[in-house]
């Protein structure tokens, strides 16, 4: 079975410190990643998926088949930038995801 | 507007009773899910359905129903036979096609 795992539940850097949320995944066949954010009181939302290759808010991740992993990365971390994290892995468009365990980052003035 | 409408946003409940959470979404999603949310759990998927009147049971569905009459509603009813009540539950839907998941509010369930 498929299964997602977020290493840190807490991480805690300095605004303008490079910041990385650790991601991997088990699954034998080529699946679909995503980054979802959770802002305080806010709704879960989409930040980016692996396909699409593109920076949202300065975050970038890169699909790594070899070690299996699919880590968040931001060069500045901004205080805008606290909130949780979940990484979630889909097997096929359309199919449920599965969702990591979630990471709270806090970016300290 | 358009979104995923969860109501209530606050319920308590009695231990021994059912209540029911309601999922309204007006995207005209094929798909629709409920997922708990607890601290250091991550989400989990309790039940999903891909289209009208069929759903399938997820990874937690134990203690709880759900039924899918309409595309645009998805209840989830949390009966008495569910341990642990007591979390955080969200409400999502996607396309048929697609993986990008839209997400309510949420709803915060205490059993008292």
């Known amino acids: 079975a498929q299964r997602v795992t977020q290493p840190e539940k807490l991480l805690s850097v300095f605004k303008g410190a490079p910041v990385e949320l650790k991601c991997n995944y088990s699954?034998?066949?080529?699946?679909?990643l995503f980054w979802y954010v959770q802002y305080s009181r806010q709704r879960l939302q989409l930040l980016l998926r692996?396909?699409s290759r593109e920076s949202i808010k300065g975050f970038t991740a890169d699909l790594n088949k070899g070690e299996t992993s699919f880590h968040l990365k931001k060069p500045f971390a901004q205080e805008e930038d606290s909130a949780m994290y979940y990484c979630?892995?889909?097997?096929?468009?359309?199919?449920?995801?599965?969702f990591g365990e979630g990471t709270q980052l806090t970016v300290n003035p | 507007d358009g979104g995923i409408t969860q109501s209530p946003k606050y319920l308590f409940r009695k231990e021994g009773q059912n209540v029911t959470l309601s999922c309204e979404q007006n995207?005209?999603?094929?798909?629709m899910y409920w997922y708990r949310q607890d601290p250091g759990q991550g989400l989990r998927l309790i039940y999903y359905?891909?289209?009208?009147?069929?759903?399938q049971k997820g990874d937690i569905a134990e203690g709880y129903s759900v039924s899918r009459e309409k595309k645009e509603s998805f209840p989830l009813t949390v009966t008495s036979a569910q341990k642990n009540p007591t979390a955080f539950y969200l409400c999502?839907?996607?396309?048929?096609?697609?993986?990008?998941?839209?997400f309510g509010e949420g709803s915060w369930l205490t059993v008292v």
């Open positions: 999502a839907s996607t396309e048929s096609s697609g993986n990008t998941i839209y």
């Open positions: 699954y034998s066949g080529s699946p679909e």
């Open positions: 692996h396909i």
């Open positions: 979630a892995l889909g097997l096929s468009s359309g199919s449920r995801l599965t």
């Open positions: 995207l005209n999603h094929d798909a």
């Open positions: 359905s891909q289209i009208v009147n069929d759903f």
